[in-house]
């Protein structure tokens, strides 16, 4: 069974910096989908969003245009694991974060498997 656990959450100001992980285990890549992971993001009442996505093999990245500029998505394939560097952080990029693997791009109905994810808040 696939596990992905999320790390790095915290507390931080507006214009700090917090860089996230998500550790993989368990996890076999067979398909053009099981090479894509992301970053979503739900902040109570709000809808869930997503925040980047990247390929692993290719390393190719996506971001959504609220955090362009300031987020980083990366992969250490021999750590399997996922990060998000955030830079630049505002009030509204507090959340909770989780990350997501097997899918598509951005879609976040698309991932099959989900971590249980991990808060960020910033303070003004």
């Known amino acids: 069974q696939v596990q992905l656990m999320e790390s790095g959450g915290g507390t931080v100001q507006t214009g700090g910096s917090l860089r996230l992980s998500c550790a993989a285990s368990?996890?076999?890549?067979?398909?053009?989908?099981?090479?894509?992971m992301a970053w979503f993001r739900q902040a109570p009442g709000k809808e869930r969003e997503a925040v980047a996505s990247?390929?692993?093999?290719?390393?190719?990245?996506e971001y959504a245009d609220s955090v362009k500029g300031r987020f980083t998505i990366s992969y250490d394939n021999a750590k399997n694991t996922l990060y998000l560097q955030m830079n630049s952080l505002k009030p509204e990029d507090a959340a909770m974060y989780s990350c997501?693997?097997?899918?598509?791009?951005?879609?976040?109905?698309?991932?099959?498997?989900w971590g249980p994810g991990t808060q960020v808040t910033v303070s003004s």
């Open positions: 368990r996890y076999t890549r067979s398909s053009y989908s099981s090479y894509f």
């Open positions: 990247i390929h692993t093999r290719s390393g190719r990245a």
């Open positions: 997501a693997a097997d899918g598509i791009d951005l879609r976040g109905s698309s991932y099959s498997h």
